[in-house]
């Protein structure tokens, strides 16, 4: 297997290069675990987007939402996303939000079921929003949904 | 569970269970329209869900193509030390 890309490496170069200082990423201390109560085929799978449902919202606004799965859009908001544009694109939502995989999973029962609503994750600058705001309010909104299994996919 | 594709930023983070799929940003289950690669990407990260008993990190055995120049493409420095647009 090729080495992976050093994101951290190279987005510390390159904001440098723009006169900022380095950015410090987030890490735990300790891992969270929490060992699935029901097996695969009896659970209900929930999905995570940091892709954005509505570019109405400006950016500095954005906070945590919970979405209808019928009101998940067929072209997310991403083109203000830090992704690779020189190299692909994402005008294939299945590349990023596997609702239509899961949903097939669904229907097979490899799984129990999709939880009827999708979360978005701002992406953002401060990690004290993540961790305390934005992440929780998923949370919950999970709890709310009985969901047992959370799938987050960062774009 | 996390799918993704930037295996340092999450490897630091420390997460419960990532599947890491060696795709450029942007497209963590896989080429675009490939249906294969996003099917067997998302059954995969079930699957680890289902098997792990502790922090794991797995890795999908895809490739973007068999062309690695398009992993000097993100946030390229040119060597004039200025990022290139």
């Known amino acids: 297997m090729v080495e992976p890309i050093e994101y951290m490496q190279r987005t510390r170069r390159f904001y440098e290069a723009r006169g900022f200082s380095p950015y410090q990423w987030a890490q735990h201390t300790t891992i969270p675990w929490q060992q699935p109560r029901k097996a695969l085929e009896n659970s209900r799978v929930a999905l995570i987007t940091t892709a954005v449902p509505d570019e109405a919202v400006p950016k500095p606004a954005r906070t945590a939402t919970s979405w209808a799965l019928s009101d998940a859009p067929a072209h997310f908001g991403t083109q203000e996303l830090s992704w690779d544009k020189h190299t692909t694109h994402t005008n294939d939502r299945r590349s990023y939000f596997p609702l239509e995989d899961l949903r097939d999973a669904a229907q097979s029962g490899y799984i129990g079921s999709v939880a009827p609503r999708f979360h978005f994750l701002p992406t953002q600058f401060s990690q004290r929003q993540s961790v305390n705001v934005d992440g929780p309010a998923v949370a919950r909104a999970c709890l709310d949904d009985e969901v047992d299994i959370a799938i987050l996919v960062p774009l | ?85």
């Open chain 2, 1 to 85: 569970m996390i799918i993704g594709a930037a295996m340092d930023i999450v490897n630091h983070c420390g997460v419960p269970r990532f599947l890491y799929n060696d795709m450029p940003l942007g497209n963590p289950l896989g080429r675009p329209d490939d249906r294969t690669m996003q099917r067997q990407t998302l059954r995969q990260a079930l699957d680890l869900v289902a098997a792990a008993s502790g922090p794991v990190i797995a890795q999908t055995e895809f490739q973007w193509s068999s062309d690695d120049a398009w992993r000097s493409n993100f946030m390229r420095v040119a060597v004039t030390g200025r990022p290139e647009k």
